[in-house]
Each structure stands twice: as structure tokens, then as C-alpha cells.
């Protein structure tokens, strides 16, 4: 039989097939440093570009509401096995679309509005989810966030303490996007029981550095944990939730019919692989790598005299207070842009600037590691920042410094990407 032929992305549309090729190119060369960010493998990446993105599948595996299912059942069974056996969860969704919803999901089954819930604040390192005023989440319930001490910009367990028993939350979220530092799980499990609350984990960046056992787990002792499954956990752009079983029912009717339909079951496909390869040994060594390379980026920013919050990392990020060089956030992570190093300008804690246009930028190491960087190449990005925060009116710099950026990157493999 002869089937018609079935034009490339190329031939359907050469705009988008040259915009996709100038992003690889943009990935391969620069250093990616974006904590939210990472690498996919060709398999991830494969998976995700797979027919299973032709198909609808409202409800659970073996639960229906359409027909034709028998294999997109089984990607979400590996998928959830795989996870659960990962990270010793008793219960594992992997419908949510993104980490956003898949907080929203807790919401929804744990609370009425108008309900009280605690989170760290926005401003010290917390997550838009966790209730903060400009999302949805702190306007249909009462959120009291706290914060962290003004000399050590670390969380202060006391007064969290202290707060909820004020306040008495519904929900008590410990995890954040800005925070550099090791989360106290058993703490907060103990002044969530003392209020009578549901403690809620969200370990969207570190779920990577937990599975491979490089940051404690709060599986076991939150009641729900949340996550993103791209960051360090590297695969495809999507979300979980984990959570005992005695939740199982109510959080699965939140996340469908609550506030969704169909998964994406390419993404479900996506995410049975990179569970698979978080797995293995190498995935260990890898988030080991991780933080140490963290570690020793911090090390040689401050040997140069960039000032870090809190001191440090624990993990894969580090929050930079470009004050004491003399300019704000924005402006640097742009000329570090056109150095041909990537990475977001923050907010830091008690921050005088606003969120637009703060003091701090965010690094993250994940992305660079699954490159293959180690100790040598974190002392040499430090040396390209140095510089660059020397120069940062200076193209004619900058543009020297992107090239010699594009001869450190050209030596290590970009994962997923073949030019």
C-alpha cells in the first residue's frame, strides 16, 4: 500500500522549524542557569513528541469515559508505579498539568474559601501557590505567610510556630523557588499536628535531589507532596502529587473532574522514562553532582565579592545579592544574557527594590551538570560573571565573554540536543 507523503515540520513551517533550530543552538551554546531548568534525554524528549499526544483520556487507567485506552493505561500505571517505588510514595497522580495545578488540586480538596493557609512568603523565597496575594490562591483563602530572620535570611521554626498556632491553617505548605537551604520536614510536621493542619510539601525544584536520596524526603511525613517533573528531576514539563493513601480518593477527584479533564498522556509517557532513569546510579551521582557543583559556584562567587543569601546552598540554587557590586538584578542577568549566560533576576528577602526590578539574581546548577560540568567549570563561570558585572555596559566585553562561554559549552554535550 502506498500512503501519501506526510510533509516535515520543515516543509509545513519553515518559520517554526527555524525558530526551533536557533533554540537548540541557543541551548547548546549558552550556560543555562535558570534553577527552574534543566536537560531532557532523547528518550524524554522522544516520548513526548509521541503519538500519544493523538489521544483523549478523561478519568484513570482501567476507569474511562473513552474508549481505546488499553496502552495509554498502561504508560500512566508505569508512570505511577515507577514513582511510587522512586519515592516511596504510597499514592502517586500524574494528571496535573504543571505544579501550579497540582497545588491547586490540594486546595480544592482540602478546603473551603475562605480557609486559612500558611506558606513561605513570596518575598523570602516562597512559591505565587502557596498564598500568595496575587494568585488565586490568596485570594480565595486567608494567607498569613511567613517569612525568614533578617540577619540569617533562614526560616525561623519559632515564629512559624508561633503563627500557626495564631492562626490555626487549614494547610501549612513548607517549599519554595527561592530558597537555598535544607527544609526541616519533621519540624514542620510536628506544628502542623500540634494545629491540626494538613501539611503540604511542594518539592517542585528539589524532588530531583530527594529522589536520589542528596536532600532529606518528605514522603512519609507530609501528609501531600507536590512537584513539578522538570527541574532536577528532568523530565518533561508537567506536575505530580504524592500522598498517602488515606488522601488517595479526595486528591484524585480534585485533579479529575475537579479541575481537569483529559491528561496529556505524552507527557505521562515522557515522565514513566525520566522515573526510570531517576533510578539508576548514574541519576544518584548526577544530583550529587548537582550540589556540589552549587556549592563550589558559591564558593567562587564569594572568593570574588558576590554576596549569597543565606551564606550558601544545600541544594542547586543559589540567590546572589548584587548589591554590594553596585547594581540591581535586572540589568545584570541581562548583560549576563549577552555573555551567553542565563539566568533570572530575583527578589531577595526585605528586598528595597521591586519585583520588577530587584536586587538579587538566581542561579541554578542542574542544567549545566547534566552537561557534564564539574569544580573546574563552575571556578571559570564565576570568573565570566566577575567580569561581566566589570563590564556590564561593555558589548564589546560581553561579547568576548560569549565567546569563550560558546568554546566552554562546545566541550560538553548538550543531553537531547544533536546539531
Not at 516520548?47 to 500519544?52: I, Q
Request: a neutral charge; one cysteine or more.
Amino acid at each position: 500500500m502506498t500512503f501519501p507523503h506526510q510533509p516535515t515540520l520543515a516543509e509545513t513551517d519553515p518559520e517554526i522549524a527555524e525558530l526551533v533550530r536557533k533554540e537548540e543552538r541557543r541551548q547548546f551554546e549558552a550556560v543555562r542557569m535558570i534553577a527552574s531548568e534543566n536537560y531532557v534525554s532523547r528518550a524524554v524528549l522522544e516520548a513526548t513528541g509521541s503519538v500519544f499526544t493523538n489521544k483523549y483520556s478523561e478519568g484513570y487507567a482501567g476507569k474511562r469515559y473513552y474508549q481505546g485506552q488499553e496502552h495509554c493505561d498502561a504508560v500512566e500505571e508505569l508512570a505511577c508505579s515507577r514513582l511510587k517505588k522512586l519515592f516511596g510514595a504510597e499514592h502517586v497522580n500524574v494528571q496535573p498539568y504543571s505544579g501550579s495545578p497540582a497545588n491547586l488540586a490540594v486546595y480544592l480538596a482540602f478546603c473551603k474559601p475562605g480557609d486559612t493557609v500558611m506558606g513561605l512568603g513570596l518575598p523570602a523565597g516562597g512559591h505565587l501557590t502557596h498564598g500568595w496575594n496575587v494568585s488565586i490562591t490568596g485570594k480565595y483563602f486567608k494567607s498569613t505567610p511567613y517569612g525568614v530572620r533578617p540577619e540569617t535570611h533562614r526560616i525561623d521554626m519559632d515564629e512559624v510556630r508561633k503563627l500557626a498556632l495564631a492562626e490555626r491553617p487549614k494547610l501549612l505548605f513548607c517549599g519554595g523557588t527561592a530558597y537555598a537551604r535544607t527544609w526541616d520536614f519533621p519540624a514542620f510536621r510536628s506544628i502542623a499536628d500540634e494545629v491540626g493542619a494538613v501539611l503540604v510539601a511542594d518539592i517542585a525544584h528539589i524532588s530531583g535531589l530527594v529522589a536520589a536520596g542528596v536532600h532529606p524526603s518528605p514522603v512519609g511525613i507530609a501528609d501531600v507532596v507536590t512537584s513539578t517533573t522538570h527541574k532536577t528531576l528532568r523530565g518533561p514539563r508537567g506536575g505530580m502529587i504524592l500522598c498517602k493513601a488515606s488522601h488517595a480518593k479526595d486528591l484524585d477527584r480534585a485533579v479529575f473532574p475537579g479541575l481537569q479533564g483529559g491528561p496529556h498522556n505524552h507527557t505521562t509517557a515522557a515522565l514513566a522514562v525520566a522515573a526510570k532513569e531517576a533510578s539508576t546510579p548514574e541519576f544518584k551521582r548526577y544530583a550529587a553532582a548537582i550540589v556540589a557543583n552549587a556549592k563550589t559556584l558559591g564558593e567562587a562567587l564569594v572568593a570574588r565579592g558576590f554576596a549569597l543569601v543565606t551564606g550558601g546552598t544545600d541544594n542547586h540554587l543559589l540567590l546572589v545579592d548584587m548589591t554590594p557590586k553596585g547594581v540591581a538584578g535586572k540589568p545584570y542577568a541581562q548583560a549576563l544574557e549577552r555573555a551567553g549566560i542565563v539566568c533570572n533576576y530575583n527578589s531577595i528577602p526585605f528586598d528595597p527594590r521591586k519585583p520588577f526590578d530587584p536586587s538579587g539574581i538566581r542561579l541554578g546548577t542542574s542544567s549545566i551538570t547534566s552537561r557534564g560540568m564539574g569544580a573546574s567549570e563552575m571556578e571559570a563561570i564565576a570568573g565570566f560573571m566577575d567580569r561581566a558585572v566589570t563590564h556590564i555596559a561593555d558589548d564589546g566585553e560581553l561579547a568576548r565573554i560569549r565567546s569563550e562561554v560558546a568554546q566552554l559549552t562546545a566541550r560538553f554535550p548538550a543531553p537531547g540536543i544533536l546539531l
